[in-house]
């Protein structure tokens, strides 16, 4: 039985029927699976949610304890459970920390939703892991050939250059707070960075949690208004909204700096007030996503959650069969 005769797009998001339970679903529901512990895919209220250990974790931070008022339960990767006559199974997608895919079978068929996924390495999660299926949905937040993102090692070498040239300004860094912000301070110690790095306090629990989840992030303080005016050749992170805000004026001579794939596009760089741009993205390029069609080699994908025109018309052209998904709810939260 093909997919599309028991999956549907509803208000609340993707259903499957046979499994009486929704994928990233945009409003509690009775069951659900996540992919991810961003919030425009994982949201409280659900009855019983079905995610990694670290997703669930995730969610714990951001939603409570009790986020879900039935049960939370844990799905490790590569480890299928049978669900209301529909197999489950989780695998790696390179997002960020517990992220994945999710590998549905029902009948002799399957498909593979991807949710965010990278191609890049990254040292906070593990790599995206191509899945055999029917159907293959893929993400495509920056399916246009135009975006394609550099080496992150060259982006944060622009970082340890511009701190060279301006040791009395404070770069402070403009990240999201989960999946960016510790993919850049692992990153930062990768390159041989060893100083304190210093964060806004929307990043405080979820580096902890990182770090609880054996991810050495280093030595970190948050930024207090004791410490504010001290931070003068320092490497501050802090949301991309906290960039411009009252919160930033107690820093010394800032230089602001931005990481996010969206700065591969000058003009909203410069319409940010964006002095260092640095092209930084926990989404796949468009190279990603194209090579990543060819190496999970389903003979149908669908494509939702971005640029779904260009990604369909590669599909075909190569020979694949391909859909748009136009859903609502789902935003670029970590960009």
């Known amino acids: ?8 797009i509803r208000p609340e998001g993707i259903y499957c029927k046979p499994g009486n339970f929704y ?6 529901v009775e069951h659900a699976v996540i992919t991810h512990g961003h919030a425009d895919h994982a949201r409280g209220g659900h009855g019983t949610a079905i995610a990694t250990p670290e997703t669930l974790a995730i969610m714990r931070v951001r939603y409570g304890q009790e986020h879900a ?12 459970i049978l669900y209301n006559d529909v197999t489950i199974s989780l695998h790696p997608a390179g997002h960020i920390l517990g992220s994945a895919q999710v590998r549905l079978e029902y009948e002799g068929s399957s498909i593979v939703f991807s949710g965010d996924y990278k191609r890049a390495a990254d040292p906070t999660c593990p790599p995206f ?6 159907v293959f949905v893929t993400e495509a937040t920056f399916a246009l050939p135009v975006f394609v993102h550099p080496p992150i090692a060259g982006e ?27 993919r850049v301070i ?15 306090g929307a ?9 609880d989840f054996g991810i050495d992030l280093g030595s970190l303080e948050q930024v207090t208004v004791e410490n504010a005016k001290t931070l003068a050749g320092k490497i501050v992170l802090c949301p991309p909204s906290a960039l411009d805000d009252r919160w930033s004026r107690k820093l010394p001579d800032v230089l602001t700096v931005a990481a996010s794939g969206w700065m591969r596009i000058r003009a909203r760089a410069k319409q940010k007030g964006v002095e260092l741009p ?3 993205s926990d989404h796949a390029d468009w190279n990603e996503l194209t090579h990543t069609i060819a190496d999970v080699g389903a003979p149908e994908i669908w494509v939702t959650h971005g640029r779904e025109e260009a990604l369909v018309y590669h599909a075909h052209q190569n020979g694949v069969k391909a859909q748009a998904l136009h859903m609502l709810g789902y935003e670029d939260e970590s960009e």
């Open 1 to 8: 039985m093909h997919p599309r005769q028991w999956i549907e």
């Open 23 to 28: 994928i990233d679903p945009s409003r509690p």
């Open 69 to 80: 008022t039935v049960e939370q339960r844990a799905l490790p990767y590569n480890h299928p």
């Open 129 to 134: 892991e191509p899945v055999p299926c029917d």
């Open 156 to 182: 944060i070498a622009k970082l340890l250059h511009s701190l060279h040239l301006f040791p009395e300004r404070c770069h402070q860094i403009g990240v999201y707070a989960l999946g960016k912000c510790q």
């Open 186 to 200: 692992m990153e930062l110690r990768r390159a041989g960075y060893a100083e304190t790095i210093y964060l806004h």
């Open 203 to 211: 990043m405080v629990k979820l580096c902890a949690l990182y770090q």
């Open 278 to 280: 640095l092209i930084i």
